[in-house]
Structure formats: C-alpha cells, structure tokens
C-alpha cells in the first residue's frame, strides 16, 4: 500500500470523523478536537503529499512552526474570546 | 496511483515557492481566528445560519481536494521516474479535472444559497461565508490555471523530448497542496462548528 493511498484514507476517515463528531455530540469540547482533527489533516497534507519530510531543515522547522501557530490561534481564539468579552 | 512512494527522492523546488505558500497559510490562518472572533461574539446567529449550509457538499469538496492532492502528489512522483511523465500528464489532468468538481460544486451551492435569497449581505456569518469561500475559490482558479499550464508543458516536453521545467512543476503542487490544507479547516469552521 503507497504512503499516499494510506495518507488519503486518513484523511477521509478523519473527514467522516468530525462529520459524525459534529451531529452526534454538541459543545465547545467536540468544537476542539473537530479543529485539532482539522490541523491534524492539514498536517498529514503536509509531511505526505508536499513530502515535508524529505525537505530541507528550514523548511520543515517552518511547517511546524505554522501547525503550532495555527493551533495556538485557533484555539486560542475559540476558548478564550468568550471569556473576554464576559470578564 | 499505486505506483506512488515516498522513496523517490523529493522534487527540488525553489525556496522563493515556500515564502508563497507559508506566506497564504498565514494569511488563512488570520482569516481563520478572525471568523472565530465574530463567531464567539455571536454564537447563536453563527450556529443557526451554519446550520442552513449543505454539509454533504462540504464534505464531498473535501473529499474532492483530497483526491485531487492525490493525483498532485502522484505526478510529482511520476514525474522524477524513468518514462514517467505520460504518468504524470495523466495525474495532472485528473487533478485538473478534480478542480472542475470542486468549482462545480461550489457554484451549484452558491446557486441554491442565492435562491433562497442568502447572500454576503444577510448576516455576519453569511459575510464570512461569501467572502472566505470565495477567495478561496478565486486562489482555486489560479491554481488550476498553474495545473494546466504545468499540464501543456509536460506535453510539450512529451511531444519535444526535452525535460520539462522542475520550478513550474513544482510551484503548481504545492500551491494546490495549499489550497487544499486551507478548505481542510474552512470545512469544520464554516459546515460543522455549531
């Protein structure tokens, strides 16, 4: 089995998965792994099919750098704008 | 695409192609916490207007721009192989092929919303829906503009003999790659988040 077709069902599978997350349970705590499943997906997109990991160091550190960013910001801005704006 | 694996070696590619594609994530990702900001100042309006999108469409794009990573990510494979790239011309177009789907759908979904009589103006989500989408669409159409072109090259170097250009090929793939990490988080924020 090729590291892309593997890759690919990942994906779909994680896609039916937030799918399914999203209509069967409700509340901020399913809206977070349904992101961090998201940026997950984003990440395997990634390492596989743009073959990050082959590539040089700099690069590499890049991606990284952005997966945790993007978590940071995300997040950061789902769980903690309500809370500012009741305080 | 079986043929694919991840031991030929990777494509070199210009630097100048990450600075793009780091650059458009980042600028994504500010679209993205910015959608997340108006959304917790009104939940209840997000949720309900969220809840009239067709969450079988964005599933089936996503499912689209994955295949269509696929094929991208197969071509650049078959490309670097001995007598690959008749391979590579064929993973192109499926990819480009895949592009029209997507367009397809997007504007069928558009079509419907516009009917019921939603649009950029009804409400804050239904702006961020519009505006998103839509610059993601535009993005879309550039890259397969570049998908084409790199396909015509590859034909043209099929039809000459001489190798095609390793900047185009790889510019085209990780700038579609880029648009399909992209939809992979506007997928929950826009159809699933409630």
């Given amino acids: 089995m090729s590291s892309f077709l593997i890759a690919w069902t990942v994906l779909v599978l994680a896609t039916l998965l937030s799918w399914w997350l999203e209509a069967a349970a409700d509340g901020d705590l399913v809206g977070t792994v349904v992101l961090l499943v998201a940026l997950f997906k984003a990440r395997i997109v990634l390492r596989v099919f743009m073959d990050i990991r082959a590539a040089p160091p700099p690069v590499r550190w890049l991606c990284e750098a952005w997966v945790l960013l993007a978590c940071t910001a995300l997040l950061g801005t789902y769980w903690l704008t309500p809370y500012f704006q009741t305080s | ?194």
């Fill in chain 2, 1 to 194: 695409m079986s043929s694919a694996n991840a031991r030929t070696p990777p494509l070199p590619v210009e630097s100048g192609i990450w600075v793009v594609v780091f650059g458009e994530l980042s600028i994504f990702t500010l679209f993205f916490s910015v959608f997340l900001y108006y959304r917790a100042l009104s939940p209840e309006l997000f949720a309900a207007s969220s809840a009239t999108l067709d969450q079988g469409l964005g599933a089936l794009n996503t499912v689209i721009l994955l295949t269509s990573s696929w094929f991208v990510a197969s071509a650049v494979t078959a490309i670097q192989q001995a007598g690959g790239r008749e391979r590579a011309l064929r993973y192109f177009s499926c990819a480009l092929a895949c592009g029209a789907a997507f367009v397809l759908v997007k504007v069928f979904e558009y079509g419907g919303a516009l009917r019921d009589g939603v649009n950029v103006l009804t409400d804050e989500f239904f702006m961020f829906y519009f505006m998103l989408t839509g610059i993601h669409l535009m993005h879309l159409l550039v890259g397969m503009a570049l998908l084409g072109a790199t396909a015509l090259q590859l034909r043209g170097s099929l039809a000459t003999g001489n190798a095609a250009s390793n900047t185009l090929v790889g510019f085209s793939s990780c700038f579609w790659h880029m648009l399909d990490i992209v939809w992979i988080v506007l997928f929950p924020l826009l159809y699933l988040l409630q």
